[in-house]
């Protein structure tokens, strides 16, 4: 038997877009001589769907398109994912299902057992858990197959839950296992996944074949690298990162087994690759193709510029360096080499007039105050509105340029440098901006080294530095990671030898600071733990604040 | 027996707060002779406490304060909530719990069974439900404890779950039951809620104590209305809805009955009222006093001007005018009336000369194009920067004055009109705002009749009317409304007789300007589905886009 992996990008309520996508992937594996393919779990919807679960009139399109899909399976088995209904009147009205579809029509469904609901996962809103396990039949093979968190519920110290699915369906005496996937991307994961799925091969001795959703939707990234195993626990491939693939798997060379094949697993590249298919995946899906953004002569911008220009192509980037008075000549000159280097369209638009025109409405009532917070925000202000209005003029989606760091401290201006229709870097700390920087310089200098190596300043007073407020971002960095991702208290922080005011000081800006995050752009997910919708905080909250 | 009810407004993550208001209750109990103060569900810690639930440390502060008012129990019990540790090492980590405490330290512990993971809920998230179900005994009475949802998979007709924890308790023949909540208001709850009370007392035969929590979380408003049902399904009791209340009952005297006492259930009063109490919990629990406001002669900004000088007191209010040159005189000399009547202080500052100054920037870029919505939305962001200098420059919190229409539709300018840290109005339809200032008239003319009958206009271009752009509110809202709130799809809403192609415009206005909504303030929840935490959409989503 001959399984082919169809490592697809699905589209989140696309159902037309993503049955041509199978379609064509249904004839490359017949082209390859496949007798079974092989789509991502929920790929029929895209992952995740969301709330769109709860419209009635969603999961009838579902369920037509699982049926034209079925219609389309002569000479070749499908197995799929998408929801279906659940026939009992108590419990969740759906189930997350896995399809096996043959001679044209729907043959066997599995349920999903385990239903995450951590992180961005939401599975426990929308799905009933199975509570039947079956292995099926086909050409001679008895197949167990599963959907994603059911296999990972194995070697763990801690398990979320109390059912192994997999251990149910032995007592059947299943030849092969197949795990349909949307296991969203962190730069940590992969390690991870692969050590599951060999612990799962170690405990049934059977051949595993892990098919993986690939691509974003929106803040949601997800890498592929789709697997194969043999019964004795060899990678025999581990199928590229963001990128679509179909191919397919003779079942008697698996059993054989043979030498590992695995890809490199570098934080740098997998970082870059992932932001990079981020953003293209947004402004794919939302069907634009253009992206402006504030060139300020930092790191921030210039990275993003750079990812920009390399998911949507230079002709499809348009920068803008907006300076004040309080810009430096360097940043100016460094932003405008930058552009060059990219062959970017660049426009310098000088902000001093508009600002005075501000100072000039605002002085009656703000009469003889000190400058503040107030007249450093209206400069970052100012140049939000102006890419806003080329966004509304030209039909640009503007990038935001926030950086983890300054998200979780609130070091940013609400409406100014935190607008955008996306968060390109929301989820990279200042410490992994610097580290991109010398990755995506690795082969010449794109990015002026001065840009690199000045220290960061927000330029919205004279001489400011941002240490002025905040801590170096390598002390920084660190305690943000250890309360954000690892979720320590601050005794804990403390105790890894950092001072304990800092500690105080830094976790209280990230908690009184939830009402800007609130506001922000979608943030690609790179990490294991990112600002959005995988970190859900109450802004009046008083913990820590 | 004598039980008082302690309906409390609960901070989220103020433990000392939360404890402070507490022990003073349980004096106020103690004053009216009570044997025992039940406080709501996950009172010391407030409801929703989010993903605080993962830190440790949280759990650790919550036990502490658990500890600390269980030494406060002499001379009386106590029934309050807050998360419990799972000693499993399979599942979640935390039971939601009803403690109870009594002579000095915790005496029993039930856990919930029932986790509402949808709309605003997310219980599964953090909890495992409860496998074991026991009744304790005080005062020779048996005592069946049950938190929120736990009584409501009664006389549904789709219940959500297999299981029934009251029907598990009878077997240990209680006497009585009670019952923690925090259950949140929409304009039309109460009388399910009503309903799912009778019923529950209907099947066991039981006097039951309904203890609801009272305040807003952020975007949450909790209402409070705490019920007392004799054994034979009498409302005794309903307690006043948006009010700390501590109040105590004799047992023998619910046992007796009596006759009904109900608060009334009119939709604009409740909305009203829940709209203050929302906005002034959000300042109070965040440590602010003053808003800011941007008047602009339309109903809208009137009626959040009049909620915050309600809420906030008129010398904790600022409004300002800011006219441009599409400004009619009769809007500035309406919001001038209204500022008036309300006595707050207002300034008007003109716009036109910042709107040049841009004009004069962009005019190199773009040079020989039409006026469009980039020109509309400068306008509209330059309020929404003049806002935001008074908030950085005076402390204030800018509120948001969009409807439920226009975040539906998309009709507001991101970082302009729709700028702001709360959206007072966001889930209250156009049709809801124009009855809403009809009963804030109800005795004397407070908002400008003019306000009320001119044609809604956003004047940002000459002689524009919203219904240039959108069709009549009282169509445009009916097909909103079954969308959002009844989740009809388009062919059930063109049945009701709705024109078929509006319904298809309609909707996708809605479904493509999830990205707009996904960078708004919270929105005060007053209906059964708000924006924000309770509607989760993908922006990317293809589905009627």
Redesign the interface.
Known sequence: MKIAIAQVNS????FE?NLQRMLAAVETAKGQGADIVCFPELSIV?Y?????L?????I??AEETVEKLAAATNGVAVIVGSPSRNPM????DLYNSAYFLAEGKVQFIQHKTLLP??DIF?E??YFEPAHEWNVFEYKGKRIALTICEDLWNVGN??????ICPMDEMMAQQPDLMINISASPFAYDHADERLHVMRTNVARYHLPLFYINQVGA??EVIFDGGSLVLSPKGEILEELPYFEEVIKTYDLNAVMTGGPEVLQPKEKMPLMHDALVMGLR??FG??GFKKAILGLSGGIDSAIVAVLAARALGKDNVRVILMPSQFSSDHSVNDARQLAENLGVQF?I???Q??Y???E???EP??WA?PF???EE??QA??R???L???S??FGHIVLNTSNKSELAVGYGT??GDM?G?LSVIGDVYKTEVFELARYMNKDGELIPENIITKPPSAELRPDQKDTDSLPEYDELDPILYQYIEQ?K????IVEMGYDSLLVRRVLRLVNINE?KR?????VLRVSSKAFG?G???????????
């Open positions: 589209h989140v309520g696309n877009g895209g995740p769907p969301r709330d769109f709860e419209f009635d009139d969603f009838r399109l009147i108590e419990g969740k609901t951590y939401d426990y809103r110290e801690n398990p979320l839950y109390k939707q929106t995946n947004y899906k939302l426009d638009i000088p902000i007039s508009v005075e025109s501000y000039k409405v605002l009532h703000f105050r503040n917070i107030a925000n209206i202000r100012i939000g509105m102006l806003m209005a080329f509304n003029k609400l409406y607008c229709g979720r208290s601050p005794e804990d009402f609130h506001q922000t752009a979608p919708m970190r859900r905080m109450p802004i009046v909250g008083k913990y820590l604040a």
